[in-house]
């Protein structure tokens, strides 16, 4: 079973600093893409990053770039994102989600979120 | 940065019902566009990619269509578990966005 499970989260002030993991089970991490997807309290989704298997490409929004940072850690079947400088409007649960790698035809796709962690709440405020 | 503008964003209907959710995009994406259903205190999940192509496990009363700036995601028959948020979201344009979201609710 494929299980994604996000930690780290919490309350932190303006201007801080939290570093959320994703713990990832039942497929082969290394394989995949990765993402992550915020919701700030009832609000729609927003995408915040993405790192290829392997890491050697990473992208950002312009509204966390410089800011956060994707990383992942093959090994230790976990993704993580370090957020810095940290703004109220951060506030959200903060989802990672796997990409689905091929479709139905057995072909390659890209940046399609097949599986979802629950999430990991992080509140900015002071 | 590619907009996309989900209508109506509030759906009023009975169990039987048929569905019918737009997803209009500011430039061309292709076919290159995911619906995502999304329940109170859930994570979402991955119904169609690709426009029209289900996710493994999502039954057939879910189906896409559309090509370029419109796509439309329609649900045959309302049952009870389908009553829910929806989202669009593209991956023809860096960077990957997501529409607003339609709920759909019990009328």
């Known amino acids: 079973e494929v299980r994604l499970v996000e930690s780290g989260g919490g309350l932190v002030q303006p201007g801080g600093s939290l570093r959320l993991s994703c713990r990832a089970s039942?497929?082969?991490?290394?394989?995949?893409?990765m993402n992550w997807v915020r919701q700030a309290p009832g609000k729609g989704l927003e995408w915040i990053s993405y790192?290829?298997?392997?890491?050697?490409?990473?992208k950002y929004p312009d509204s966390v770039r410089g800011r956060f940072t994707i990383s992942r850690d093959d090994a230790k079947n976990s993704l993580y994102l370090q957020l810095n400088s940290l703004r109220v409007e951060d506030t959200a649960m903060y989802f990672c989600?796997?990409?689905?790698?091929?479709?139905?035809?057995?072909?390659?796709?890209?940046?399609?979120?097949?599986?979802w962690g629950q999430g990991t709440l992080v509140t900015v405020s002071s | 940065e590619t907009v996309l503008t989900q209508s109506p964003a509030t759906l009023s209907l009975s169990p039987g019902e048929r569905a019918t959710l737009s997803c209009r995009a500011s430039?061309?994406?292709?076919?290159?566009l995911a619906w995502y259903q999304q329940k109170p205190g859930q994570a979402p999940r991955l119904l169609i990619y690709?426009?029209?192509t289900r996710a493994t496990g999502i039954p057939t009363r879910f189906s896409g269509s559309g090509s370029g700036t419109d796509f439309t995601l329609t649900i045959s028959s309302l049952e009870a578990e389908d009553f829910a948020v929806y989202y669009c979201q593209q991956r023809g344009n860096w960077p990957l966005t997501f529409g607003g979201g339609t709920k759909v609710e019990v009328k």
């Open positions: 989600a796997r990409e689905l790698l091929y479709n139905i035809g057995g072909q390659r796709v890209w940046h399609y979120l097949d599986y």
């Open positions: 690709d426009a029209s």
């Open positions: 039942g497929f082969t991490f290394a394989d995949h893409q």
């Open positions: 430039q061309g994406v292709s076919y290159y």
């Open positions: 790192i290829t298997s392997g890491g050697g490409i990473i």
